[in-house]
């Protein structure tokens, strides 16, 4: 009885211990979360009571401009600098070229992407060449510069979209052409077209998204999901919260890490088929990067950064193409009489040669994502203090965010009519002509330009030169002066873009 008793006593001490210990244990853990809590509040100035910080805070930007974006550029436009601050969000926000050439080139070292952002797309990216800096990054930039600097790209590419175009693209649209009640999300069209082009491109397979019979790629799904969700962790009001759901696998954090499961295991499954398809012969990047990379989880992130690169933008940058070309007929028919007169009126586009001299259709891309550029903001990480050419200072362990879209829109730098949509303002004597990349940092400039410019605008060209000819794409939805933008690492439209095709002519 003794002995009983003696063993419930020390049971009871035993397990009181435990209790007390994971009090203690608890108790620490929330206090030092408090304690950083306050410290983050109190560096990022969470309570800033400025009128532009208030605004942000209270979302009543909303009540006047459609997009978060719009209201930047007005702030922007307004700002003598063309340079503003988000106290609560330790964000200096610049559209001032000047400063866009000092952070991308001039001290490029001193503005990485930094830790915060490495965080917040982490899970989805890895150490992937968009997530990383210093040698990470160098390594990846080199390799992938070796295989997408070549000469022979652009001809490799050429043929998988014009693949993807003829066998896929054109009987899709055939098939609801001159069908008064159908309706075609054309964004949906162009992101599992680019999906296709960019997994043949750098993988070498084919998810065939774009098969009218086939549902939509698993793999697509998962990844549209985990982008979104990754975006909106940037727009929270402290990492802390995104942080916290995360440990406790909470709401968007459990769907995030469910996506992210679902990407981890289709991308094991294409490095896996790689492996047995073999990868000494092959053209596409993962097989350039198997010969050097054995960690399987490094050349999957590998894989997930390069499906961000080439996926979304370019389904991006059509769809806002084909929204202004549908409010302007005239850029349209000059297309197309330019195409005529390069190409011959009843002729298919063959060769790279010809698509060099339709000036006007690159014009009219460059044009497009002037005004709708398919990243619309870009954040860097200021490691050191330091003063931007406008004399703005900026502290150590802030962001610093160059903003593309607001670049756009802004009259100092494309004059008055900064607001139309004029490709002309691209032709020097009917030539295209570059503009200084820090004015138009559409595909960023400087050390971390973007390595696949050549192959999206084969890509855009081809695209666009070869529905025009065959279809006219009429919006269905009334006609809105204003894009909604649904958040997202890339622009893509709350709604997608509903059309209706008709046919045109068929070029033989
Ligand atoms: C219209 C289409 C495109 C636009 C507007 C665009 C724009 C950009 C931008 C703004 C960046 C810098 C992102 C950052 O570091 O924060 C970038 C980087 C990059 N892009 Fe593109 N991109 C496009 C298409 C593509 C395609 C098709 C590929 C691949 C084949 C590609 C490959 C890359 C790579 C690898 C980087 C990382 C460069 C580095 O960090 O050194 N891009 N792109």
């Known amino acids: 009885m003794e002995s009983e008793a003696s063993r419930w006593f020390q049971s009871l001490h035993a397990s009181f211990s435990f209790t007390t210990i994971s009090l203690i244990i608890i108790i620490t853990i929330f206090s030092l979360f408090s304690l950083s809590l306050s410290l983050y509040l109190f560096k990022a100035r969470l309570w800033c009571n400025c009128e ?48 866009v050439e000092y952070m991308l080139k001039t001290r490029f070292e001193n503005y990485p992407k930094g830790k915060p952002f490495s965080a917040i797309l982490g899970d989805l990216l890895g150490r992937g060449i968009f997530n990383v800096d210093g040698d990470l990054w160098r390594f990846q930039r080199k390799m992938a510069s070796l ?36 309706m075609l999300d054309l964004q949906d069209v162009f992101r599992r077209f680019s999906f296709d082009s960019i997994c043949k491109f750098s993988f070498g397979l084919d998810p065939e998204c774009l098969e009218l019979t086939l549902p939509m790629s698993e793999f697509a799904i998962s990844f549209d999901r985990a982008s979104k969700l990754s975006a909106e962790r940037a727009m929270t009001a402290s990492p802390w919260i995104w942080k916290m759901k995360r440990v406790l696998n909470l709401g968007s954090e459990k769907q995030l890490s469910e ?26 990047l993962l097989s350039r990067f198997m010969g050097t990379v054995n960690d399987e989880t490094y050349l999957r992130d590998i894989v997930i950064s390069f499906l961000l690169a080439g996926r979304d933008t370019v389904a991006s940058t059509l769809t806002s193409l084909f929204w202004l070309l549908a409010n302007h007929p005239e850029v349209e028919l000059a297309i197309l009489a330019e195409a005529d007169r390069v190409i011959g009126a009843s002729l298919e586009l063959t060769s790279l040669e010809q698509m060099r001299e339709l000036h006007y259709l690159q014009a009219t891309i460059y044009e497009s994502m002037r005004l709708y550029p398919p990243i619309q903001i870009d954040s860097k990480f200021c490691l050191e203090d330091d003063v ?27 004059g008055p009519d900064c607001l139309q949509f004029k490709p002309e303002r691209w032709l020097k004597d009917g030539v295209f002509f570059q503009e200084n990349p820090f004015k138009y940092p559409v595909f960023q400039a400087g050390l971390r330009v973007c390595l696949g410019k050549e192959m999206a605008l084969v890509e855009l060209k081809s695209v666009a030169l070869s529905l025009l000819r065959r279809f006219h794409i009429k919006l269905a939805a009334p006609h809105h002066s204003h894009l909604r933008f649904s958040p997202g690492l890339t622009a893509s439209l709350c709604g997608g873009l509903p059309v209706l095709i008709r046919g045109r002519r068929t070029p033989s």
């Not at 490095?271 to 012969?281: A, C, D, P, V, Y």
């Open 52 to 99: 532009i910080c208030h605004t942000f805070i209270t979302s009543s930007w909303s009540l006047q401009f459609t997009n978060l974006c719009d209201w930047y550029t007005h702030l922007l436009k307004n700002s003598p600098t063309k340079t503003i601050h988000i106290h609560v969000l330790g964000n200096t926000i610049t559209a001032n070229p000047e400063n």
């Open 147 to 182: 295989e997408l600097g070549r000469i022979s790209i652009r001809s490799y590419a050429f043929e998988i979209v014009s693949f993807e175009i003829e066998n896929r693209l054109i009987p899709l649209l055939s098939s609801v052409s001159d069908k008064e009640d159908i």
């Open 259 to 284: 996506a992210i499961n679902m990407i981890n295991t289709l991308a094991q499954e294409v490095i896996r088929q790689r492996r047995k398809m073999g990868f000494s012969n092959h053209k596409d």
């Open 388 to 414: 931007l050419p406008d004399g703005t200072s900026v502290k150590r362990g802030t962001r610093v965010t160059y903003h593309p879209y607001a670049m756009g829109r802004m009259e100092q730098i494309w």
